[in-house]
């Protein structure tokens, strides 16, 4: 099983970033997928998840209505779009993948990729 994290990078404040991950190696529509986060010395933290169908999304408050995750089933990949970025986002961003889907902890996910640096300057 293998997932690759890309679209990470230098962005300013304020601005867009789309992070995309490629997913083999599982049955893509059988998982629910989720985008993590994580800083030195501090807890890998969730930041969006989506079902195995699409149809359904979750955000914590801190992200709500900037970060829109989404799934394109037909080419085993999920997004994150990022907008109207803050310092704070600073992180490296994982992707991951859940059969059972829904809980949305670090410790229930099943595979996860290796992350990619979004570093956002203020």
């Known amino acids: 099983v293998q997932l690759q994290a890309s679209g990470g990078g230098l962005v300013q404040a304020g601005g867009s970033l789309r992070l995309s991950c490629a997913v083999s190696g599982l049955t893509f529509s059988s998982y629910a997928m989720g985008w993590f986060r994580q800083t030195p010395g501090k807890e890998r933290e969730f930041v969006a998840g989506i079902s195995r169908s699409g149809g359904s999304t979750y955000y914590p408050d801190s992200v709500k209505d900037r970060f829109t995750i989404s799934r394109d089933n037909a080419k085993n990949t999920v997004y994150l779009q990022m907008n109207s970025l803050k310092s704070e986002d600073t992180a490296v961003y994982f992707c991951?993948?859940?059969?059972?889907?829904?809980?949305?902890?670090?410790?229930?996910?099943?595979?996860w990729g290796k992350g990619t640096l979004v570093t956002v300057s203020s």
């Open positions: 991951a993948a859940d059969r059972d889907g829904g809980a949305w902890r670090v410790d229930g996910m099943d595979y």
